[in-house]
């Protein structure tokens, strides 16, 4: 499956941006998502994941509270609402994706568990 990340863009901070990736296949709802981040000189970081069916998900301690990982699968799409964005967040954002049995709930947090990967959208977000 191939994924297009899109939505980055330029913030101040206190902002909101939503980052959307779809997927090419129309197979998206047998796949556990996630987003993970990577700033400067720093490794990827896991940032939220959701189980093909919509839930359960999971966040960051970082960005608990400010992000919210969503899917529409009859859109074969995953969404990240970003919302009081920090300087801190500043980093290239990616979708991943995993194949998922049908029923399962397991989320994946390392960059090692996923198959497929976006190619990236910058989030910058100016103090």
């Known amino acids: 499956v191939q994924l297009q990340a899109s939505g980055g863009g330029l913030v101040q901070a206190g902002g909101s941006l939503r980052l959307s990736c779809a997927a090419s296949d129309g197979t998206f709802s047998r796949f556990a998502t996630g987003w993970f981040r990577q700033a400067p000189g720093k490794e990827r970081e896991f940032v939220a994941a959701i189980a093909w069916r919509g839930s359960p998900t999971r966040h960051a301690n970082s960005v608990r509270g400010r992000f919210t990982i969503s899917r529409d699968n009859a859109k074969d799409t995953i969404y990240l609402q970003m919302n009081n964005l920090k300087p801190e967040d500043t980093a290239v954002y990616y979708c991943?994706?995993?194949?998922?049995?049908?029923?399962?709930?397991?989320?994946?947090?390392?960059?090692?568990?996923?198959?497929?990967w976006g190619q990236g959208t910058q989030v910058t977000v100016s103090s």
């Open positions: 991943a994706a995993k194949s998922q049995e049908f029923g399962g709930s397991a989320l994946y947090t390392e960059t090692s568990q996923y198959d497929y």
